[in-house]
């Protein structure tokens, strides 16, 4: 489980939001169950590691302030839209038995063991995410699908994932589809280019040129021949 430590603050104003953010921290908020909203501030070099790692919004952390640990989840992160730093983060309470709504990441496993990519199947993921109902002590990190032993023409619904008591999709009434392994894509042939055709011309050329050159030679034989009789008759 992740772990945050953070200071209480107490501003009320834009400027002192403003002297938080510039001594390197970032302004938070903790609410939900009977307790009052708390204040808070947390590093922010710690904060952006924390958001770097995977399915950030999903995970359960444990906040420590003032030497008291409560676990919260983060609900929503606002960022400089220049700078791309965070800027407020709310976190809510995790509270035992209260069922909350949250978008939990899908993970697909053994790839190299399934026989329809291997044979150049397409792996066409219709939802990389779900969301869920579930209390909030019973938040699962991730689903997991395996593809071992999945041929090209097998798809994936929610019903093939197992899913703990009280966990269950927010879209109910149909066996919706999370991914599929589609057959691969087969790309057409360009026609071939008129080769045939072309031969066929340039022999016919050539043949027309070869038959000129025996015209010309048959035409001079036979002149030649009439002035041999001509010589003759003159003698």
Not at 210 to 224: I, S
Request: glycine share 8%.
């Amino acid at each position: 489980m992740i772990s945050l430590d953070a200071n209480t603050r107490n501003n009320s104003t834009k400027g002192e939001l403003s002297i938080i953010r510039n001594s390197g921290n970032v302004p938070a908020i903790i609410y939900g169950g009977k307790e009052k909203n708390e204040k808070i501030s947390v590093s922010k070099k710690l904060l952006k590691s924390t958001i770097e790692k995977k399915n950030f919004l999903s995970s359960i952390i444990t906040l420590s302030v003032k030497g008291k640990n409560q676990n919260v989840l983060p609900r929503e992160v606002t960022y400089n839209v220049i700078t791309d730093e965070p800027i407020h983060v709310d976190f809510l309470r995790v509270i035992p038995g209260v069922l909350i709504r949250i978008e939990v990441p899908v993970e697909f496993i053994n790839h190299e063991k399934s026989p329809g990519l291997k044979r150049g199947g397409v792996l066409n993921i219709v939802r990389r995410q779900v969301e869920l109902k579930c209390p909030s002590e019973k938040i699962p990190e991730k689903l997991t699908i395996d593809l071992d032993g999945v041929d090209i023409g097998e798809s994936f619904k929610i019903s093939s994932i197992k899913l703990e008591t009280n966990v269950v999709p927010t879209i109910q009434g149909r066996d919706f589809v999370i991914a599929t392994l589609a057959a691969p894509t087969v790309m057409k042939e360009p026609e071939k280019p008129a080769e045939a055709d072309a031969t066929e011309g340039e022999g016919s050329e050539g043949t027309a040129e070869g038959d000129k050159p025996t015209a010309e030679k048959t035409e001079g034989e036979k002149k030649e021949g009439e002035e041999k009789k001509d010589a003759e008759a003159k003698k």
